[in-house]
């Protein structure tokens, strides 16, 4: 079953050269499976012994080895199909997956500030800020994530609460001095 | 004029092509030779059937077309190119995406007159 290759006709020897050239610079497994691809599509089309005429319309069907050439993924990148936005993972660079881990390191902050409210409010309130300006960074650059808005929330209200709590202490800690008692004048026991 | 309409109509079938190969393997496969004569029936779409190739070899990669050898009668064995799973799903998405969009497109266009 297996019979000689028929030769090349010139025309089709002189494309796949072109296409070579071509597509130096392209993937090297897309170059590959492009050039070999469009041997076989010839292959195909043409037959053993096909006329210039045929072989000049195949090769016409098949364009521009530029135009082709085109389409490639240069060599260096990684290979995007379009429109894979819905699939996040076929496309390139991959971006990391699960949570952002600035916002919950800002969401954690703000839940220890809120529990340094209740025992050291003015501690609480440098943990809070900062929390919230990390949380406030989040969100405009990530723009809406609900993990990054939760920490905002929870850091936002922490220092609220620190500041009001450390405000009524200090307020209260002035009406505190300790008043003198009543003078108790014990009578000289005579005796 | 016409250097630029190529220019745009290669931008616009960037986002779609891919997709339009796939709907051609829907319901069966096929080889090289014959999925491009079916696309090109559709010039506006597959000017050059050429650029066929380095489409299938990245969804290959992409893991969307698998690739199976048969003995032809005719000579040398073909290659064979089918949907996968995932092939079917990105079809899927790409199917329910692009109605809408295409009415948007289209409404936009018609208000604008």
Not at chain 1, 45 to 63: C, R
């Amino acid at each position: 079953m297996s019979r000689p290759p028929a030769p090349e006709h010139p025309l089709v020897a002189a494309y796949l050269a072109d296409l070579e050239r071509a597509l130096v610079a392209a993937d090297p497994r897309e170059r590959e499976d492009t050039l070999d691809a469009v041997r076989e599509h010839l292959r195909e089309a043409l037959g053993p012994a096909p006329s210039t005429a045929d072989v000049t319309e195949v090769l016409a069907d098949l364009g521009s080895v530029d135009v082709i050439a085109g389409t490639v993924t240069p060599a260096g990148h990684t290979p995007v199909v379009a429109l894979a936005a819905a699939q996040e993972t076929l496309t390139a660079p991959a971006r990391p997956a699960g949570p952002d881990a600035a916002s919950v390191v800002a969401l954690v902050a703000g839940a220890f500030a809120l529990l340094l409210v209740l025992l050291v409010p003015v501690l609480a309130i440098p943990v809070a800020l900062v929390a919230l300006v990390v949380a406030v960074l989040r969100v405009r650059s990530v723009g809406s994530s609900a993990l990054a808005w939760s920490a905002v929330v929870l850091s936002g209200t922490s220092l609220l609460v620190a500041a009001l709590l450390s405000l009524a202490m200090l307020s209260t800690g002035g009406d505190d001095e300790p008043s003198p008692g009543p003078v108790h004048s014990e009578p000289l026991d005579q005796g | 004029m016409a250097a630029e309409s190529d220019a745009l109509l290669t931008q616009l079938r960037k986002g779609v092509l891919e997709y339009c190969v796939l709907a051609c393997l829907r319901k069966d496969r096929a080889y090289g030779l014959e999925l491009a004569t079916r696309l090109s029936r559709y010039q506006v779409l597959f000017a050059s059937e050429g650029t066929l190739y380095p489409l299938l070899s990245r969804m290959r990669r992409q893991g969307w077309v698998e690739t199976s050898w048969q003995e032809s009668t005719s000579g040398p064995p073909r290659r064979y190119y089918e949907l996968t799973p995932q092939g079917r799903t990105a079809l899927d998405l790409f199917t329910r995406a692009w109605e809408p969009f295409r009415q948007d497109v289209d409404t936009v266009l018609e208000e604008s007159r």
